[in-house]
Every structure is written in C-alpha cells, then in structure tokens.
C-alpha cells in the first residue's frame, strides 16, 4: 500500500494536466485573496489586477503556464498508526496489506474525503498606468467522498440479508426473504434485489455525501486604480467561460435521495439511459463538453502607497448547465454478494468504486440540470512591516451544501525575504470544520521582476507530530515578469 500511496501522488500529480481549482492558486501562502496580483488574482479578487503586494509596483506584463496544485485531505489521514505504517517504524502500525474488509471499514468509515487538482495551462496579464488586463486558462478536478458505515460494508463486505426482499441464488432462483434463508448459505447467493430500491439506497446511503466535478475555464479579467489623495482605489471585473466534461453528485434533499452525472466518454463510464441503444446512439457523449456555464468575479480594494491594504470581493456568480442523467432507485440490484469489491486492493479503488454510479445503479433518464456555481464572499488585507517581512490574513465564505465548497475558508501569511531573489511563504489555513494546516514554501526569482518559480506543502505539520490531516503540494514551474 505504500507503493500505492507514491502511485497515486504521482497520479494525482499527472491529473492535475486535466484539472484547476481557483482555491489552489500557487504562490500566494495561506492567504490567495489577501496576496493575489496580476492574472493570479482572478477567482479571488480582480481588483488586484493594478495591486501587487509581492511585485515591484511598476511591472509591465506576466505570464506563466504549468502552476500546479494538488491536495488530499481528510482527518482518516490524522492517525499516527497509519504514519507509522508507511515510515516502517517498530510502533503500532495500520496494516496496509490487510485483506480484512474490517480494517478499511474502521478507516474510511464517517470519514470525509477531499481531492483538489488543478493547473494554469496558460496565463498572461498586462500592466499599463490604472489599467490592467489578464487572461487565464485553467483546469480543475474536486472529489469529495463521505460513506456511512452501511455504504461501507456494502462495498467491502456485501449486503446484509435484511436489506433485501428477494433473494438471488447461484442456481438463478428467485426466492422471497422472509427472515430465515434455511439452508441458503452466502455461498449460495449472488444478488439482493429490492422492489422498492428509493427505500433500500435511501437507507444505506442515508447520510453519505458523493461528488466529483472536472472542468475547464477561459477568464477575462480587467481592472483600473483610481487615485484619491494618499490613498487608491482598485476595482475590478472577470468572467469566464466553463466547459465540463465530467460530474457526479450523490446527496439527500429535503429527505430524498438524488443521484445526478455527466459524463464524457473519456471517463469510460457508460450511460445507463442509452444502454440499450446502438453505439452510434451514444456519439453525444465524447471529449468534448458535456457542460457549459459562466462565471463572474467583483472586487474592490484600497492601499496606502502599497504597504497596507484591504480587500473585498464577491466571485463564482453563475451556473452551469449539465447534459446528463438522473439514476433511478427502482428495482434495485447490486450484485456481487460476498464482495461487491473483491479486486480492491487499496482504499483508492475503494473511492473510485463509490464514485462510478454503475456501483449503485442499474438505469437513469436523461436530463439537463443547472447547477450553481457557488457564490463566494472574500474579506483580506495585509501590510508590508519592512523590505524583510509582509503579514496578510483572509476569509472566504461560501455555501458548503455546494460540491466543493467549504463554508468558511481562513488563512494568516508570513512572507519572508531574506534576499531578492528568495522568498519564504508560510503561515496557517483553515477550511471548514478541518483542523488548521501549516502550508510551507519555498521561491526562487531574480528580483521583484524576471524569472520565477518555486514549490509549497500545503501541510507540514508532520515535521514535529506524529501525522497530518493532509498532503499536498503546489509548484511552479513557469512565470516571468517585467
């Protein structure tokens, strides 16, 4: 397993070409809104497009490409047991060989999962007087995965005999379940079915929450200062355009179960609504998008000569709209009794199989949804103490109902600049209900303008305990300004 564990950074690393998450921005410490500048700014705060607190205030032109990001996190992931595993130390250690469905259930079990990759394929912005201009293409893939104990066990284990009215036996007979199998063994059987399968998944999935998203987005932005006295006045507006090519979202609403996914072929996930039609049925469903939407960013922000300042701004107004299918519950079959999973052989096909609706569902209907983007208040400010040392601090809130989002997300920096051509960017995050993370990082340049680049952890509380609730990193491999 700890071989799979290299596997799936590296993976995840390599995923990231396919994938960008505005809350991801490289470069900019714990606090992205509060530090943010030039076309880094936009999904945060536009108006700091013509404000750069870590840039000399007379740059011209930006641009960058391959700023990478990717973060796993989750508190299954705080357990010094599992550390030790894959340290190798002589102390009580999680087995990650084990072949015991109990031992995975004990720890993905109520456990909730985030996955955030994303890249900035390309990236430029343009600095001229109280006018600035940028454009940004990035990509972005979010998973979130939180199962109950049922939906676990139905994973690694297999259905419980109560759950199910019939029974299906390896002979193909159908009986009813009363209770008492007899001389039926689980040996002897190799589906559940329930005729009312809203009741049966509404059960087992009754309090797990299943979601991914993978877009693509354009971004426009353009901002212009307005001097008044000694201080300015920074204002600025984005958009951008969104192209998705995957998303699944599984939750209750209002008591009900509702399933909802939109997939391009690429997933390799098939359609339960086209099944039964021809191949050339299914030729709407390729690479190309099976999402479209928009989105809108506000900001303002006021400096004095650039050592202190203050933020605000309104981002993510917006939708997109989705060509997919709603799954059916009806007529339930899950097959595979004794082990719906019996291949898995670490908790990432665990995950995986959770988020392929084929695991839970047996057919849909064509729909078009609309889904909001998620608006996202930003407060931030910061202030430049000397040539050596720049504090800033930020909030974001947003609705955590929303895939993806948090409900709050906090941050403190502490920039550090012991040379001109480095600099050191640490400090504390906090998003939602998670335990607060000590992001650490690193960057090279030559000076205030010219070549950078650099890399971050997102957590390095590991260095002085016995684990940590995330692993992460950002990097940046491209960007130079003059």
């Not at 390896?170 to 005729?195: F, K, R």
């Not at 097959?335 to 908790?347: M, R």
């Not at 001109?420 to 000076?447: A, C, H, N, Q």
């Not at 950078?452 to 002085?464: F, H, N, P, R, S």
């Amino acid at each position: 397993m700890r071989s799979s564990i290299l596997t799936f950074l590296v993976v995840a690393f390599s995923t990231t070409l396919i994938g960008q998450n505005q809350h991801l921005t490289y470069g900019t410490g714990a606090t992205p809104m509060a530090l943010g500048s030039d076309y880094r700014a936009m999904g945060w705060n536009p108006a700091h497009l013509t404000l750069s607190p870590l840039s000399a205030s007379n740059w011209k032109s930006a641009i960058g490409g391959l700023e990478i990001g990717v973060r796993l996190s989750s508190n299954a992931l705080d357990r010094s047991d599992l550390w030790n595993g894959i340290r190798d130390e002589n102390l009580e250690t999680f087995d990650w060989q084990s072949d015991k469905w109990s031992d995975w259930k004990d720890l993905l079990a109520n456990e909730e999962i985030a996955f955030n990759a994303d890249i900035t394929n390309a990236a430029s912005a343009k600095h001229w007087g109280n006018w600035g201009l940028a454009y940004a293409s990035k990509q972005h893939f979010q998973a979130e995965i939180l199962l109950d104990v049922q939906s676990v066990e139905l994973l690694l284990q297999g259905g419980a005999a109560s759950w199910f009215e019939l029974i299906v036996t390896n002979l193909g007979d159908t009986i009813p379940n009363e209770g008492n199998l007899g001389d039926i063994s689980l040996n002897d059987i190799t589906n559940g079915i329930d005729v009312d399968g809203d009741a049966i998944l509404g059960d087992i999935l009754a309090k797990s929450r299943l979601g991914f998203s993978w877009h693509r987005s354009h971004s426009v932005g353009v901002s212009k200062a307005w001097q008044l006295e000694k201080l300015t006045l920074h204002t600025g507006a984005s958009g951008r355009l969104l192209l998705g090519n995957g998303f699944f979202q599984l939750k209750q609403e209002d008591g009900t179960l509702d399933a909802f996914g939109a997939f391009s072929n690429g997933f390799n996930i098939p359609s339960l609504a086209v099944a039964a039609q021809p191949i050339s049925g299914q030729s709407v469903r390729n690479w190309g998008p099976v999402g479209q939407g928009w989105g809108a960013d506000f900001g303002v922000a006021l400096d004095w000569n650039e050592k202190i300042w203050a933020s605000a701004a309104i981002t993510d107004i917006g939708f997109m709209e989705w060509r997919g299918e709603r799954y059916r519950f009806g007529n339930l079959s899950i097959g595979n009794w004794q082990s719906p999973l019996s291949s898995a052989e670490n908790w990432i096909d665990i995950a995986t199989a959770a988020l392929d609706p084929d695991t839970w569902f047996s057919s849909s209907d064509l729909e078009v949804r609309k889904i909001k983007n998620g608006a996202t208040f930003h407060i931030g400010g910061g202030i430049k103490l000397n040539q050596l040392i720049t504090l800033a601090a930020d909030g974001s809130f947003d609705n955590p109902d929303l895939l993806g989002n948090s409900g709050t997300r906090l941050g403190l920096s502490f920039v550090f600049e012991p040379a001109p051509f480095v600099r050191i960017d640490g400090g504390l995050s906090k998003w939602g209900d998670e335990t607060i993370r000590y992001p650490l990082g690193l960057v090279l340049s030559t000076g205030k303008k010219g070549f950078e680049c650099g890399i971050q952890a997102t957590d390095v509380q590991g260095l002085w305990r016995d684990s940590q609730p995330e692993i992460g990193l950002r990097t940046c491999l491209v960007r130079w300004i003059w």
